[in-house]
């Protein structure tokens, strides 16, 4: 099946700093990505959705002068997280949509990366 | 409100015993009903996938149920072993005009124990 990796699995940096997460896909073309933020015991919240050659589609209440998405080929999506601070530790999970799928909703998700901030 | 709720919370059950967890949505216009298991630091992983049409779908030791009337789905896992132990988060894919959106649940907290 799709495979779909993270990089760094987890990452921990200083207050005001900037931290890049990475995700591929491996061997399919992705012609959307997410990116989602999961806190501890609570849901996958979807923060942005990009499609592969386009700007990123924020949903509301995230700064996307904050996290910036840059989906620069069909098989990689990266993450920036600027000036980060504590509050913006969290699981960071990517997801992608492949050419192809038929079926509504299919995603495969990343393993995922664990940001702390200090 | 497109919402969908998970029960129980959490979950503690004996190695070898069986469980069921609940989700109930309200989610419409309905596309499918997924199940994903997430181990402890590490993305989702489908279980299952049911459309409108299908009542139960089975994938090893799990069981779906899903009763689109009442909007209700169910896992049932048999005779869990310790790998179980992860937490399950039921997704209903929303459909519209928009496109499509997942809906997820908070997800139970499943512990298998010795």
């Known amino acids: 099946g799709a495979v779909v990796s993270q990089h760094p699995s987890w990452v921990i940096c200083k207050s005001g700093t900037s931290v890049k997460i990475e995700c591929r896909s491996l061997?399919?073309?992705?012609?959307?990505m997410f990116w989602y933020r999961q806190f501890p015991k609570q849901s996958l919240m979807l923060m942005a959705t990009?499609?592969?050659?386009?700007?990123?589609?924020?949903e509301q209440g995230v700064e996307k002068d904050k996290f910036l998405i840059n989906h620069a080929s069909l098989t990689l999506s990266t993450l920036t997280v600027t000036s980060a601070h504590p509050e913006d530790s969290s699981f960071y999970i990517c997801?992608?949509?492949?050419?192809?799928?038929?079926?509504?909703?299919?995603?495969?998700f990343g393993p995922g990366t664990r940001l702390t901030v200090l | 409100k497109n919402q969908v709720e998970q029960s129980p919370q959490s979950l503690i059950i004996l190695e070898g015993k069986n469980c069921t967890l609940q989700?109930?949505?309200?989610?419409?216009?309905?596309?499918?009903l997924r199940w994903y298991k997430q181990d402890t630091g590490r993305g989702p992983v489908s279980l299952t996938i049911?459309?409108?049409?299908?009542n139960t779908k089975s994938n090893g030791r799990y069981t779906a149920t899903l009763d689109a009337d009442t909007k209700q789905s169910s896992l049932h896992i048999t005779a869990s072993q310790l790998s179980d132990s992860a937490s399950y988060i039921c997704?209903?894919?929303?459909?519209?005009?928009?496109?499509?959106?997942?809906?997820f649940g908070k997800g139970t907290t499943l512990s298998v124990s010795s």
């Open positions: 997801s992608a949509r492949f050419r192809g799928t038929s079926v509504p909703g299919t995603q495969y």
């Open positions: 061997d399919f073309q992705a012609t959307t």
């Open positions: 990009s499609n592969e050659g386009s700007k990123a589609t924020y």
């Open positions: 989700c109930n949505y309200t989610v419409s216009p309905f596309s499918n």
């Open positions: 049911m459309t409108f049409s299908e």
């Open positions: 997704v209903v894919t929303l459909a519209n005009q928009a496109g499509t959106a997942l809906i």
